[in-house]
């Protein structure tokens, strides 16, 4: 069974640009939860979807954005890059049900700006 | 609100030492407990989790952790460590108060010397 996978890996911007993360969670998982692991400042809470709808969002400013598609998988939208969006981003699924708290993550995409 | 606070930064110990790692929360509701691990270069993992029962939860690679609601802990133990337990700790918790949020703590860097 495929586990969360993430794309892409690695990718460089500039400030001022726009980056798309995506997200394949584990299938049969309904929710998806997006997380933002800056050096030194342990995972940070973007955004979780559930069922195509944004049931919470943590405290980061409206151009953080993304949605969940009919097929389950995530986009993360970040606009107008600032170097301190440099970060590890996090995309992590569940079925919400049995497995409750047991989040499954993929293993990152690399954002750098510059 | 809810919050997790790992004291240790880091924390190095020789191999076959126990060790503990500790982690103190926050909450005015109900609290579910997880301990995830992050091996370099990876997603995290589930370690184990407290949802209600015996406060002593088991979990994989000869973990445990102590639910203490008086003290408001929740540390990590291994009686004999690994040099293959070298990797990144988050505590994490979410409140019973139907935000299902997963809010982690900044991580204990597990430094397993041989």
């Known amino acids: 069974e495929a586990g969360v996978t993430q794309s892409p890996t690695h990718l460089i911007k500039t400030r001022g640009q726009q980056v798309t993360l995506r997200c394949s969670p584990i299938?049969?998982?309904?929710?998806v939860y997006w997380y933002q692991q800056a050096l030194g400042l342990g995972l940070q809470f973007l955004l979780w979807?559930?069922?195509?709808?944004?049931?919470n969002r943590g405290n980061f400013p409206p151009r953080f954005s993304g949605r969940q598609f009919p097929n389950y998988s995530s986009e993360l939208n970040v606009n107008a890059l600032e170097l301190e969006d440099s970060a590890l981003y996090l995309c992590?699924?569940?079925?919400?049900?049995?497995?409750?708290?047991?989040?499954?993550f993929g293993e990152g995409s690399r954002l750098t700006v510059l | 609100a809810q919050s997790v606070t790992q004291l240790d930064s880091q924390v190095p110990v020789f191999e076959e030492a126990p060790v503990e790692l500790r982690c103190n929360y926050s909450?005015?509701?109900?609290?579910?407990l997880f301990w995830y691990v992050q091996y370099p270069n990876q997603g995290l993992q589930l370690l184990l989790k407290?949802?209600?029962?015996?406060?002593l939860v088991k979990g994989i690679n000869g973990f445990e952790a102590e639910f203490n609601k008086s003290q408001t802990s929740f540390h990590l133990r291994k009686p004999s460590v690994h040099i293959s337990d070298t990797a990144e700790y988050f505590c994490?918790?979410?409140?019973?108060?139907?935000?299902?949020?997963?809010?982690f703590g900044s991580g204990t860097r597990l430094l397993v010397r041989p």
């Open positions: 992590a699924s569940s079925d919400g049900g049995q497995g409750f708290g047991e989040l499954f």
């Open positions: 299938s049969g998982h309904t929710s």
């Open positions: 979807y559930d069922e195509g709808e944004e049931r």
């Open positions: 909450s005015s509701v109900s609290v579910y």
């Open positions: 407290y949802l209600s029962g015996s406060t």
């Open positions: 994490a918790v979410i409140a019973g108060d139907s935000s299902y949020k997963l809010i």
